[in-house]
Protein backbone atom coordinates (compact mmCIF):
# COMPACT_ATOMS: atom_id res chain seq x y z
CA UNK A 1 0.00 0.00 0.00
CA UNK A 2 1.49 3.62 -0.88
CA UNK A 3 0.46 6.40 0.95
CA UNK A 4 0.51 10.07 -0.65
CA UNK A 5 3.35 12.19 0.65
CA UNK A 6 3.07 15.22 -1.83
CA UNK A 7 2.26 18.47 -1.06
CA UNK A 8 -1.21 18.75 -2.79
CA UNK A 9 -2.51 21.58 -4.90
CA UNK A 10 -5.62 22.82 -5.81
CA UNK A 11 -7.10 21.97 -9.28
CA UNK A 12 -7.88 24.88 -11.03
CA UNK A 13 -10.63 22.99 -12.83
CA UNK A 14 -12.13 21.27 -10.29
CA UNK A 15 -13.07 25.02 -8.66
CA UNK A 16 -14.32 25.13 -4.99
CA UNK A 17 -14.32 21.70 -3.91
CA UNK A 18 -13.15 19.96 -1.19
CA UNK A 19 -9.61 20.12 -2.47
CA UNK A 20 -7.16 22.58 -0.55
CA UNK A 21 -3.47 23.05 -0.83
CA UNK A 22 -1.86 21.52 1.94
CA UNK A 23 0.23 18.18 3.46
CA UNK A 24 -1.12 15.07 4.35
CA UNK A 25 -0.56 13.78 7.20
CA UNK A 26 2.15 11.17 6.84
CA UNK A 27 4.16 13.86 4.98
CA UNK A 28 3.15 16.76 8.01
CA UNK A 29 4.12 14.52 10.49
CA UNK A 30 7.87 13.78 8.48
CA UNK A 31 8.10 17.01 8.75
CA UNK A 32 7.69 18.55 12.27
CA UNK A 33 9.89 15.25 13.28
CA UNK A 34 6.59 13.24 14.80
CA UNK A 35 4.90 9.89 14.17
CA UNK A 36 1.47 9.70 12.42
CA UNK A 37 -0.27 8.21 15.68
CA UNK A 38 0.98 11.12 17.22
CA UNK A 39 -0.13 13.87 15.00
CA UNK A 40 -3.98 11.78 15.09
CA UNK A 41 -3.77 11.57 18.76
CA UNK A 42 -2.73 15.68 18.87
CA UNK A 43 -6.16 16.38 16.42
CA UNK A 44 -8.38 13.88 18.70
CA UNK A 45 -6.88 16.18 21.40
CA UNK A 46 -7.99 19.30 18.97
CA UNK A 47 -5.04 20.65 19.79
CA UNK A 48 -4.07 20.80 15.98
CA UNK A 49 -7.09 20.99 13.19
CA UNK A 50 -6.65 20.19 9.61
CA UNK A 51 -6.71 22.79 7.30
CA UNK A 52 -9.01 20.99 4.54
CA UNK A 53 -9.09 17.78 3.08
CA UNK A 54 -8.42 15.92 -0.39
CA UNK A 55 -11.06 14.86 -2.83
CA UNK A 56 -10.34 11.28 -1.34
CA UNK A 57 -11.00 12.92 2.27
CA UNK A 58 -7.58 12.69 3.38
CA UNK A 59 -6.78 15.30 5.97
CA UNK A 60 -4.69 18.27 4.80
CA UNK A 61 -2.17 20.66 6.42
CA UNK A 62 -0.76 23.90 6.21
CA UNK A 63 2.28 25.91 7.10
CA UNK A 64 0.12 27.32 10.10
CA UNK A 65 -0.85 23.63 11.75
CA UNK A 66 2.65 22.64 10.49
CA UNK A 67 4.25 25.65 13.45
CA UNK A 68 1.49 24.17 15.65
CA UNK A 69 2.37 20.65 15.57
CA UNK A 70 6.06 21.96 15.81
CA UNK A 71 5.06 23.75 18.84
CA UNK A 72 3.84 20.73 20.38
CA UNK A 73 6.55 18.32 19.62
CA UNK A 74 9.35 21.52 21.43
CA UNK A 75 7.07 21.32 24.53
CA UNK A 76 7.15 17.24 24.69
CA UNK A 77 11.07 17.12 23.86
CA UNK A 78 11.40 19.79 26.57
CA UNK A 79 9.39 17.44 29.22
CA UNK A 80 6.14 19.13 29.04
CA UNK A 81 3.08 16.69 29.74
CA UNK A 82 -0.16 17.08 27.51
CA UNK A 83 -1.64 18.59 29.82
CA UNK A 84 0.06 21.69 30.37
CA UNK A 85 0.43 21.47 26.35
CA UNK A 86 -3.35 21.45 26.25
CA UNK A 87 -4.26 24.32 28.64
CA UNK A 88 -1.53 26.06 26.80
CA UNK A 89 -3.03 26.07 23.33
CA UNK A 90 -6.55 26.21 24.49
CA UNK A 91 -5.62 29.50 25.93
CA UNK A 92 -4.25 30.50 22.93
CA UNK A 93 -7.02 29.23 20.76
CA UNK A 94 -9.53 31.01 23.02
CA UNK A 95 -7.43 34.33 23.03
CA UNK A 96 -7.84 33.92 26.95
CA UNK A 97 -4.56 36.25 27.63
CA UNK A 98 -4.78 35.86 31.74
CA UNK A 99 -4.97 31.87 30.74
CA UNK A 100 -2.18 32.10 28.57
CA UNK A 101 -0.08 33.46 31.09
CA UNK A 102 -0.66 31.19 33.51
CA UNK A 103 -0.17 28.27 31.26
CA UNK A 104 3.18 29.69 30.38
CA UNK A 105 4.01 30.47 33.90
CA UNK A 106 3.43 26.68 34.74
CA UNK A 107 5.15 25.65 31.61
CA UNK A 108 8.40 27.41 32.72
CA UNK A 109 8.76 26.55 36.51
CA UNK A 110 8.28 22.74 34.89
CA UNK A 111 11.16 23.22 32.66
CA UNK A 112 13.04 24.98 35.85
CA UNK A 113 12.18 21.84 37.39
CA UNK A 114 13.13 19.38 34.79
CA UNK A 115 16.61 21.46 34.02
CA UNK A 116 17.43 21.16 37.75
CA UNK A 117 16.85 17.97 38.56
CA UNK A 118 19.17 17.26 35.22
CA UNK A 119 22.14 19.08 36.42
CA UNK A 120 21.84 17.38 39.65
CA UNK A 121 21.76 14.25 37.62
CA UNK A 122 24.94 15.39 35.76
CA UNK A 123 26.48 16.29 39.11
CA UNK A 124 25.95 12.87 40.84
CA UNK A 125 27.06 11.64 37.31
CA UNK A 126 30.59 13.22 36.91
CA UNK A 127 31.33 12.38 40.62
CA UNK A 128 30.61 8.74 40.39
CA UNK A 129 32.72 8.73 37.31
CA UNK A 130 36.20 10.80 38.97
CA UNK A 131 35.64 8.24 42.06
CA UNK A 132 35.80 5.08 40.27
CA UNK A 133 37.74 5.93 36.74
CA UNK A 134 34.23 5.52 35.21
CA UNK A 135 34.52 1.77 35.74
CA UNK A 136 31.37 1.74 38.17
CA UNK A 137 29.13 2.89 35.66
CA UNK A 138 29.75 0.53 32.47
CA UNK A 139 29.55 -2.87 35.45
CA UNK A 140 25.62 -4.16 34.84
Known amino acids: MTVNTRMVKPSLESGLGPQTEGYVISEAARLCGLSVHQVRTYLDMRLVYACGTTQGGFRLFDDGCLERLKLICSCREAGLGLPEITDFIHALDTGDEQQCRAAKRQMHYT ?30
Not at 112 to 140: D, E, F, N, W, Y
Request: glycine fraction near 6%.
Open 111 to 140: IAVKRAALHRCTQVLTKAASRTGGSALIRP
